[in-house]
């Protein structure tokens, strides 16, 4: 009876994943929560158990951290392992006795043998559980592998080697004689392949003949792509500007890059909220992918996981090679979803005006050719103090960091180590770090 309730066939979004996690940790059955979501039980439960988050977590354990037997409570057994020498210790104590107990039997939970499969929910704290390979459901962490999945089912082509090698055959000899792939499908339709697809075919080296060998191929050159713009097009994949156009967000995060003078190597990774105007910067040794992933890391360890993914939860960036890996931007140290990254159209940068603005005012004090050789993480928290503690048209005469104080809290402020700036004190000039130093 379930194909017949409406919107069954839809496959699930981070909503109902963000639903079902937390009514698993509400203790919610499978039943109940598929109810509500017009699904199939079944669906649930295998959503559940495909997705779910492993993690080692063991304290608590008698005697020996590493022993995972369900008897060794009571278990009075000496020299399980057979040595020759013989020893007094008993085996619960022994880091070998998992391995050589023939009577060993790994201690289970029916939690995670049935429904709900997962410890979500579970009444036991975490710290008192004696269970050491525990399972979670995390709702970004399913959504994101759900995507994976989704993208690389889509990935290589829809062929058997038998039938490639028989395509080959045929259009590896007639390429060697000069004949275009046009040419070549045109007068064998038993290929049943297009022109594009038989190009695509030759660049990726599936056929013996090469894109080489093509008459008109040498004489084209490959195009150019500017040296700091991402390379890699597969990383655009649902990231396009109209795919986040398409979720229709009022509060979200821009980001970019500002760079020094040509003597200096360091790089300002800067941010901007669009609602309450509020504008960061983080100073990078290095216009680097793992200088980016570093500045990332330290502001979740500083704020949190979760609140880190309630800030920054969709970002828009351009196409600047220093972005060029955004699961590694997505990811956070503990292996969940953090953000979501989505990229301008090129030659675009008013897709991300506000930020584009902000940096006008950042260059009134740093002015461009400005060496950032010598400015310290201080310097620049200065900087963006005295610009969010400006007055904004925008916001009604109020200033960012009020503003901000009010949507995102006193700690998050903090965690960006900004300060409000007095109005009679606020300097967007040179003088600003050059009277500090």
């Known amino acids: 009876m379930s194909k017949y309730i409406p919107g069954n066939q839809k496959h699930l979004t981070l909503e109902n994943r963000i639903y079902i996690e937390n009514e698993l940790n509400k203790g919610t059955s499978f039943k109940d929560i598929a109810r509500f979501l017009c699904k199939d039980p079944t669906t649930i439960s295998k959503e559940v158990r495909a997705h779910r988050l492993s993690d080692w977590y063991h304290k608590g354990t008698f005697y020996n951290a590493k022993n995972f037997c369900i008897h060794r409570y009571h278990c009075k057994k000496t020299n399980a392992c057979g040595k020759i020498v013989l020893c007094g210790i008993k085996c619960a104590s022994c880091p070998t006795c998992n391995q050589t107990c023939r009577d060993f039997e790994k201690e289970r939970c029916v939690r995670l043998d049935r429904a709900p499969y997962v410890c979500n929910g579970c009444t036991k704290k975490i710290n008192h559980c004696t269970i050491a390979h525990k399972y979670s459901y995390n709702a970004r962490f399913a959504d994101r592998k759900y995507r994976e999945k989704l993208r690389d089912s889509r990935t290589g082509i829809n062929m058997t080697k038998r039938e490639l090698r028989k395509k080959d055959q045929i259009i590896s000899p007639l390429i060697e004689q000069g004949q275009s792939p046009y ?23 599936l056929f013996t003949a090469r894109n080489i060998d093509l008459k008109r191929k040498v004489h084209f050159k490959p195009r150019k792509c500017h040296k700091t713009q991402i390379t890699d097009r597969a990383v655009f994949s649902s990231r396009l500007y109209h795919d986040f156009c398409s979720l229709a967000l009022t509060d979200y995060v821009q980001m970019d890059t500002v760079h020094s003078s040509r003597e200096s190597k360091k790089t300002l990774l800067t941010m901007f909220f669009t609602k309450e105007k509020l504008f960061l910067a983080f100073l990078m ?153």
């Open 183 to 205: 040419h070549i499908l045109a007068n064998h339709p038993e290929l049943d392949m297009s022109v594009r697809t038989l190009y695509s075919y030759l660049d990726q080296g």
């Open 285 to 437: 040794n290095r216009c680097t992918k793992g200088a980016v992933r570093l500045v990332f890391d330290r502001l979740e360890k500083r704020m949190g996981t979760y609140e880190f993914a309630s800030v920054f939860e969709y970002i828009l960036t351009d196409r600047g090679s220093e972005f060029g890996d955004p699961d590694a931007l997505e990811t956070g140290v503990n292996g969940i979803q953090r953000s979501s990254i989505y990229y301008c159209d090129p030659m675009q940068s008013g897709q991300k005006g506000g930020l584009e603005q902000a940096h006008t005012m950042l260059r009134m004090i740093l002015p461009k050719g400005t060496c950032f050789e010598f400015l310290t993480q201080w310097d620049i928290n200065l900087i963006v103090s005295h610009i969010n503690s400006t007055p904004r048209e925008s916001l009604g005469g109020r200033t960012p960091y009020s503003v901000a104080l009010e949507t995102l809290g006193e700690e998050v402020l903090n965690a960006f180590q900004l300060r409000p700036i007095a109005p009679d004190e606020v300097n967007l000039t040179p003088k600003l770090i050059r009277f500090n130093h």
